[in-house]
């Protein structure tokens, strides 16, 4: 650690020492501006570059490009009569090259006698008026400290979205947990785009996208429409941008995480693609470091966008991603063993999806987008011990394939109309061989020998979604869904209804409520015949919450929520049955203040008050969930004095997660055991943690160099993630495991 903190250090002064080519640095920006509803390109235009009288016009399809803009960030205004401005922050020129940007307009009619006209050109919404809607753009990902550029890091800074500490890159949602969480990637629905995540385990550090490969980045917290099933806690969408329609650009990065190259460009006239692959470097800082744990990884992501005609467009996205880790040492690991064993583990997980979106355009005012996709996944591994030299052995691999089609039409200034039917059809197979485990109580989690090939499942579904928009200031959304299952031979239908309600010129009110389902999947299902009578969990949700506009750059929402959770899924100690015989709740209130960059200031301030209850039965006791998190602060301010540097900090403070605690140890069957306390009645200690980021842009002839520092955990705190149990000399020995310390982690970025 001394001798990278060294490094860093020697390093940090060179950010400097290359001089700026001052001679002719210049960049254009091309782009498309459409209507937010009905996705149609606008013609005529405005866009301005706020503070220069530069600016252009959009043509017949919507296109529009500004030449000779000088290299660095800036902002660009879209104008047009009849819709809401839009103004795009930290639009990066690059010198020689061409940035793009989509500018999104909302349709709207202010009546001159209502004495209120609504406006905020920095912050947009959709028709719907989705609630508990957080949206990011990608420089905010990349340029957001101790993130190390990744999309998961700096969402766990979003209210509602708890920190487990560590490079831990799942979410928890309201208090759910991490598999309740739909993410979509350019209309498919995918398992989990996270390096090293595996079912059923609360893992995976980084994500397989990396920002420069992103259009716009939506997270939906709660109270997500009827278009969205099968999950109880949020929707995660990712839109990945289409290549350049003009020429050729490329971005090469390197930093501890890995090496990356990124390149997009036009095929022909009418295609246009882009590609990014990666390469992790985990394997050799670890061997470096003398740690016992080798991960290694690569990942390749590509889009393909063919314009058949003007109301004609084919999207096809397509990635694929390796993970292998290999460990050797002592476990000590709670709580499984009672004794040091030297052990082996081998694992691979590989991912893949393909799929192609087709939208037509089939009016002025509607659009009908079509998907197809294919996702797969498979997980293998290989663990041993000296004490247990029978090998546990997983084989997991899961296929889905995925049609899906959704028709949005505007009927007139008032309503729109959303409907949409989907069919998968799913291919588990899980072949599962592990030995008996002693564990720290004394207990014994018994043998398990899989061999689940089960015929292939369906699952098909259908929603419709209407939108009144009564007048300028009262939006109403309602929409139902039904869900069949045949593996569980279920019909679940979900109501849901959201409002919004402008009070006055800045402040809005907002409310939603809604049925929600899952589905049991092949993972819980496989571990005992038992388990094919698991029906699916249900929760409720209900928000209330207030939109307060502080400037035209800055924004405050308050919102309150309950989820009230049925049929949970209940787990043996003892066995590998499943019932549905829990219920749970969870609430809280969040507070979000976000301000977009303006006056080369951003920044925002989250906070959350939760708390997340569950019960395995009607008569058994109520306990905090292994994810409840009664507060968390964060707090994210970014400086830009000049187009060339860039400071950045985030702030953390959060309570520790519940655990059940070890209270002593006794003798049992001429062993130690441990004896535990009520289930997760003690808490890891507070997390606190401070990160800064530096960032330097150098502009030459024809290309951009970026360097910068990301230091986290700049106060060196030891924060806890968990306690490793072990019983030695006839007592309870308690080890921490922590968090990282002081690190430094440096990058680079060339564009050209």
């Known amino acids: 650690m001394k001798k990278i903190i060294l490094i860093a250090l020697c390093l940090l002064p060179l950010i400097n020492i290359f001089p700026d080519i001052k001679s002719a640095m210049y960049g254009n920006i091309e782009g498309q501006v459409i209507d937010r509803a009905t996705q149609q390109p606008l013609k005529m235009v405005n866009i301005i570059v706020i503070g220069t009288s530069i600016g252009a016009s959009t043509d017949e399809t919507g296109h529009f490009i500004i030449k000779h803009l000088t290299v660095g960030h800036h902002r660009l205004k879209a104008m047009m009569m009849g819709y809401k401005s839009q103004i795009i922050t930290e639009v990066q020129v690059a010198a020689?090259?061409?940035?793009?940007?989509?500018?999104?307009?909302?349709?709207?009619?202010?009546?001159?006698?209502?004495?209120?006209?609504?406006?905020?050109?920095?912050?947009?919404?959709?028709?719907?008026?989705?609630?508990?809607?957080?949206?990011?753009?990608?420089?905010?990902?990349?340029?957001?400290?101790?993130?190390?550029e990744d999309i998961y890091m700096i969402l766990k800074s979003m209210p509602g979205i708890a920190s487990m500490g560590g490079p831990n890159a799942n979410m928890i949602v309201r208090g759910g947990a991490p598999d309740e969480n739909l993410t979509i990637l350019d209309g498919m629905e995918i398992y989990s785009p996270i390096h090293f995540s595996q079912p059923n385990m609360s893992m995976g550090i980084i994500s397989i996208i990396h920002p420069s490969l992103l259009k716009s980045v939506d997270l939906m917290t709660g109270g997500f429409s009827a278009e969205y099933g099968n999950k109880l806690s949020s929707v995660f969408k990712m839109n990945i941008k289409e290549g350049h329609r003009s020429e050729w650009t490329q971005d090469y990065s390197?930093?501890?995480?890995?090496?990356?190259?990124?390149?997009?460009?036009?095929?022909?006239?009418?295609?246009?693609?882009?590609?990014?692959?990666?390469?992790?470097?985990?394997?050799?800082?670890?061997?470096?470091?003398d740690r016992p744990v080798a991960p290694r990884?690569?990942?390749?992501?590509?889009?393909?966008?063919?314009?058949?005609?003007?109301?004609?467009?084919?999207?096809?996205?397509?990635?694929?991603?390796?993970?292998?880790?290999?460990?050797?040492?002592?476990?000590?690991?709670?709580?499984?063993?009672?004794?040091?064993e030297y052990y082996h583990i081998e694992k691979e997980i590989i991912g893949s999806a393909i799929g192609l979106n087709w939208t037509w355009m089939t009016s002025h005012d509607g659009f009908l987008k079509t998907t197809v996709s294919y996702t797969g996944n498979r997980w293998n591994s290989e663990s041993g011990s000296e004490a247990v030299p029978d090998m546990d052995t997983e084989d997991i691999t899961e296929e889905q394939l995925l049609i899906k089609t959704v028709f949005t039409n505007n009927l007139g200034r008032q309503f729109s109309l959303k409907t949409g039917i989907s069919m998968r059809g799913i291919d588990p197979q899980h072949i599962v061989s592990m030995t008996p485990d002693t564990m720290i109580t004394g207990l014994i989690n018994p043998a398990i020998h899989i061999a689940f090939r089960p015929d292939r499942q369906y699952r098909a579904a259908g929603f419709m979604q209407t939108t009144w928009k009564a007048s300028p200031l009262f939006t109403m959304s309602g929409?139902?869904?039904?869900?069949?299952?045949?593996?569980?031979?279920?019909?679940?239908?979900?109501?849901?209804?959201?409002?919004?309600?402008?009070?006055?010129?800045?402040?809005?009110?907002?409310?939603?409520?809604?049925?929600?389902?899952?589905?049991?999947?092949?993972?819980?299902?496989?571990?005992?015949?038992?388990?094919?009578?698991?029906?699916?969990?249900?929760?409720?949700?209900?928000?209330?919450?207030?939109?307060?506009?502080?400037?035209?750059?800055?924004?405050?929402?308050?919102?309150?929520?309950?989820?009230?959770?049925?049929?949970?899924?209940?787990?043996?100690?003892?066995?590998?049955?499943?019932?549905?015989?829990?219920?749970?709740?969870?609430?809280?209130?969040e507070l979000y203040i976000q301000k977009k960059m303006s006056d080369r200031w951003v920044g925002s301030l989250s906070y959350t008050l939760s708390k997340s209850k569950r019960q395995d039965g009607a008569k058994?006791?109520?306990?905090?969930?292994?994810?409840?998190?009664?507060?968390?602060?964060?707090?994210?301010?970014?400086?830009?004095?000049n187009n060339n540097w860039r400071f950045g900090m985030k702030i953390q403070y959060a309570t520790g997660m519940p655990y059940t605690p070890v209270l002593g140890m006794a003798h049992q069957n001429g062993v130690n055991i441990a004896l535990k306390g009520p289930k997760n009645s003690e808490r890891y200690p507070d997390i606190f943690r401070a990160d800064l980021r530096i960032d330097r842009h150098f502009h030459f002839a024809g290309w951009t160099l970026t360097a910068?520092?990301?230091?986290?955990?700049?106060?060196?705190?030891?924060?806890?993630?968990?306690?490793?149990?072990?019983?030695?000399?006839?007592?309870?020995?308690?080890?921490?495991?922590?968090?990282?310390?002081?690190?430094?982690?440096?990058?680079?970025?060339?564009?050209?």
Do not use: C
């Open 96 to 148: 020689g090259r061409v940035t793009k940007i989509e500018f999104k307009l909302e349709e709207t009619v202010v009546k001159l006698n209502s004495g209120i006209v609504v406006t905020s050109d920095y912050f947009q919404q959709d028709a719907e008026r989705p609630i508990s809607l957080k949206s990011l753009s990608p420089r905010e990902i990349r340029n957001s400290a101790g993130t190390a």
């Open 297 to 340: 990884y690569w990942d390749g992501v590509a889009k393909l966008t063919h314009r058949i005609a003007a109301n004609h467009k084919l999207d096809l996205t397509a990635f694929y991603f390796r993970d292998n880790l290999t460990k050797d040492g002592i476990v000590k690991d709670p709580p499984h063993s009672m004794r040091k």
């Open 708 to 752: 910068y520092v990301d230091i986290w955990n700049i106060t060196n705190r030891d924060n806890i993630l968990f306690y490793n149990y072990e019983i030695a000399e006839n007592k309870v020995k308690l080890n921490p495991s922590y968090d990282f310390k002081l690190l430094p982690t440096l990058g680079l970025t060339a564009q050209f």
């Open 620 to 641: 058994l006791p109520e306990y905090n969930y292994e994810f409840d998190q009664t507060h968390n602060l964060t707090a994210i301010i970014g400086f830009a004095p």
């Open 254 to 289: 390197l930093n501890m995480a890995g090496f990356g190259a990124l390149i997009d460009g036009p095929i022909s006239k009418n295609t246009s693609m882009i590609l990014s692959v990666r390469r992790g470097f985990f394997d050799i800082i670890t061997n470096m470091m």
């Open 479 to 589: 929409g139902l869904r039904g869900d069949y299952y045949d593996f569980t031979d279920e019909l679940k239908i979900s109501p849901r209804l959201s409002l919004h309600w402008q009070l006055e010129e800045r402040l809005a009110f907002n409310a939603a409520w809604g049925n929600y389902y899952q589905t049991p999947n092949a993972f819980q299902v496989s571990r005992d015949i038992r388990n094919i009578s698991l029906q699916s969990r249900q929760a409720e949700h209900a928000i209330i919450g207030l939109e307060y506009l502080i400037a035209p750059d800055t924004k405050l929402t308050l919102e309150a929520y309950h989820k009230e959770m049925n049929d949970l899924f209940v787990s043996s100690d003892t066995t590998n049955l499943i019932t549905n015989s829990g219920k749970g709740s969870s609430d809280g209130i």
